[in-house]
C-alpha cells in the first residue's frame, strides 16, 4: 500500500496526504479526516526510510549506551524513551564499548546512517568524553555524565555527584561519627572518583582521618566482602558506601555477626534504589532524580537544534535520612 493508493481513495493528490500525515496547518478538517480514516482503513504505513532521505533527518533521537544497564543507567535510558514517546517521537539504540574509542566511533556512525536528529551519549566513564570530543559530529550531541569534565565544545548533563557525597558526608559527623569509612566503587568510573574526593575534602574540614577501601565493582557482594575483612580488623562508626547495593552488602554481613545498625556502625548508601526504603533497617542514601536528568539532556538537545551554544546542566541529587543512621 503506498501513499498515491491513499490518494486515490479519498480523491486528493500525494502532496494532500502527505501534509496530512506531517500535520501540515494547510488542510481543511474535513479532508484530514477523510484521508486518516483512509489510511487506517487501507493499513498504510509511511515509509520511515524515505522519508529521512528526502528531508535529511529521520527526527528520531539517538541514543548511544556506553556501559552496562546499572540501576542509574537503567533508570535513565527509561526516563529518555518515555519523554520521547510522550512527544509522539521515535529513537533508535546503539551499544558501545565505552572504553574502546573505534567501538563509541562505530556506534555513533551507525547513528548517524539512520539520520537522527539528535544524539544522546550515555557515558558513565570519563574516557568516553575524550573520544567525543575528538569527533566530528553531524547534528547536536549531548553526553550524559557521572560528574564535571573540561572539554568546552562538549553539552552534558549530570548530577553533581561531589555534592552527594559531602551530603552524604556531612550527615555520618553530624551524627557525632568521628571514624567514619568510605567504601567506593569501581574507581574507573567517574562517580565513584569524585565521590571519593568530595568525601576525603569534608573529613578533611571536619579535622577527622578520611579513611576509604576501595573495590572493583557495584554489587552486594563486593560490599560484604568489605564487612568481613572489617570484622576481622576494626570496625569503623560510620560507612559511606558508594552504592546502595553496597551498602546493602555490608548491613547483611554486619547484622549477621551481631553488629547493630546504626548504634554500633552507621551506614548510608548513594542512588536510592527502591529496596533501600524496605530494607531492615531501611537504609539512608542520597538520591538522583535520573527521570529529570533523561529529560534535562533532551531539552539541552532541543536548545542544541535552535542554534544554542555548547554548555552544561548539573542537577542537585538530595539526601534521605532513614534508619541506618538515625540512631533511636
Known sequence: MTLSDVADAVGVSSQTVSRVLNNHPSVRPETRQKVLAAVRA???EPNLAARSLASGSSGAVGILLT??????MASTFSAIARAVRERGGTFVLATADGSDSE???QAL???HGHRVATTVVLAQRADVLAI????RHRGPVVAIISGQHEFSTLSTVSINQALGARLATEHLLAQGRTRPLHVTGDLTWQD???RLAAYQSACSEAGV????VGTDDWTGEAGAR???RLLDSSLPDAIFAGNDDIALGLCHELLAAGVTIPDDVAVIGFDDIPLARWATPSLSSITQDFDALGRAALSLSDELVKGAPPHNVSLEPRLVVRSSTAKS
Open 42 to 44: 487501507l493499513g498504510y
Open 67 to 72: 556501559a552496562g544497564l546499572s540501576h542509574g
Open 103 to 105: 567501538s563509541v566511533r
Open 109 to 111: 556512525a551507525h547513528l
Open 132 to 135: 567525543l570530543s575528538s569527533q
Open 192 to 194: 565513584a572518583s569524585e
Open 209 to 212: 582521618p578520611g579513611r576509604w
Open 226 to 228: 568489605v564487612a568481613r
